[in-house]
């Protein structure tokens, strides 16, 4: 064998190895991509959790939720007021939340569906808090304009 037949199966062999490590690096790329959104996704759900605890667990949530089933219901005090502020910036921060990991492709369409879902279920549930909701996402430039908020504004 001569020197340009070993020089020409070395540069085949160098190809090869190089394909080989650039499909493995595209695999890594990809199980990577799938263990960050399954993280997003279990954070997601961990904020929920959170809300449905305290909607489960807290009395004084459970009595303001009921009161806010009236459309026309009327704030009594002002910690009433701060209190529904409260809640309702809690509600829509996990909202918020959810609607910029869908625009940043770290939940799947389903997923976001499901969510998107529950703003419209919570929002009919409860319209006594739209007029709030309204309220502070107006005091974010952006806010409104996410997909998630699209109900309240329907």
Not at 63 to 80: A, F, H, I, K
Not at 97 to 105: K, L, V
Request: glycine share 4%; hydrophobic share 40%; proline share 3%.
């Amino acid at each position: 064998m001569n020197w340009d037949a070993i020089g020409a199966l070395s540069e085949v062999f160098g190809v090869l190895a190089v394909v080989v490590t650039l499909l493995y690096v595209a695999k890594q790329i990809v199980q990577t991509n799938q263990i960050a959104k399954a993280a997003v996704a279990r954070e997601l759900q961990d904020k929920y959790a959170e809300v449905y605890s305290l909607l489960a667990t807290d009395r004084s949530i459970q009595d303001l939720v009921t009161r806010l089933r009236d459309p026309e219901y009327v704030v009594q005090s002002e910690q009433e007021e701060e209190q529904i502020e409260g809640f309702c910036t809690l509600l829509l921060g996990v909202w918020l939340t959810t609607g910029i990991a869908y625009e940043q492709d770290q939940i799947d369409p389903k997923q976001y569906r499901m969510y998107r879902e529950d703003v419209a279920v919570k929002f009919t549930k409860w319209p006594g808090m739209v007029p709030h909701a309204k309220r502070i996402l107006k005091r974010y430039s952006d806010a409104e304009e996410f997909d998630i908020f699209k109900n309240l504004y329907d």
